[in-house]
């Protein structure tokens, strides 16, 4: 069965820090990977998408930038980390029509 | 403006009530997706809903999806704590699977 993991569960940096957080997928090959940010309470924003090792899109301008270093590892970072990044960070694969998320990240920046 | 806008926001009521979500757009969409999410943790999908008046249940839980496809309700009898958590609509709106959602329904069930 397919396993999705990120590390760490809960962060807290202060503003100007750089920032890395990561992504694994188990148990599938070329998943289309994701990473979205939530604000407390609602709902989920896509931040990055990418389709294949190497291959990343951003949905929107931002301080954070991803990376695919692996086919099934996904890392969201960012050089300085700004009071505004704070979130719930979530990490999601997908078959044809069902997406499944990770456990998430609580970054707080300080 | 949103894509999907969900009411009521938030929504508090006591075990054993009854209550509907609902999740309305403009656009016509060939599926619509309920995702439930508790706190700390990441979506869990409850449902697909594909034809237009299709109507599915899941226990307690009864999804309608509108006869022109651009709307959805969720509909929970008899609450139960266990129901506590966000509730997400999205839609699907790429092939390779990009996910659109609503900002979501907080319910709180107490007992």
């Known amino acids: 069965s397919q396993t999705i993991h990120q590390w760490p569960a809960t962060l807290v940096q202060p503003v100007g820090s750089p920032l890395s957080l990561e992504c694994t997928v188990e148990?599938?090959?070329?998943?289309?990977l994701y990473w979205y940010r939530q604000a407390a309470g609602r709902g989920l924003q896509l931040l990055f998408y990418?389709?294949?090792?190497?291959?990343i899109s951003s949905e929107v301008p931002q301080n954070l930038s991803a990376s695919r270093p692996q086919d099934r590892q996904f890392i969201l970072s960012s050089k300085k980390l700004l009071l505004s990044d704070s979130g719930f960070y979530l990490c999601?694969?997908?078959?044809?029509?069902?997406?499944?998320f990770g456990p998430g990240t609580r970054l707080t920046v300080t | 403006t949103q894509l999907l806008e969900q009411s009521p926001q938030f929504l508090s009521i006591q075990e054993g009530e009854n209550l509907t979500v609902y999740c309305n757009s403009s656009?016509?969409?060939?599926?619509l997706q309920w995702y439930r999410q508790e706190p700390g943790e990441g979506p869990v999908l409850l449902v697909t809903?594909?034809?237009?008046?299709e109507v599915k249940k899941l226990k307690r839980l009864t999804f309608q999806f509108g006869d022109a496809r651009k709307d959805s309700s969720l509909h929970i009898t008899a609450a139960q704590p266990g129901d506590t958590g966000l509730y997400l609509c999205?839609?699907?709106?790429?092939?390779?699977?990009?996910?659109?959602f609503g900002a979501g329904t907080q319910v709180v069930v107490t007992p």
């Open positions: 999205a839609v699907l709106l790429f092939s390779w699977g990009k996910l659109q």
């Open positions: 809903v594909v034809t237009g008046g």
């Open positions: 148990g599938t090959s070329n998943p289309n």
């Open positions: 990418s389709v294949g090792i190497g291959q």
């Open positions: 999601a694969w997908n078959t044809a029509y069902e997406q499944y």
């Open positions: 656009s016509v969409f060939s599926s």
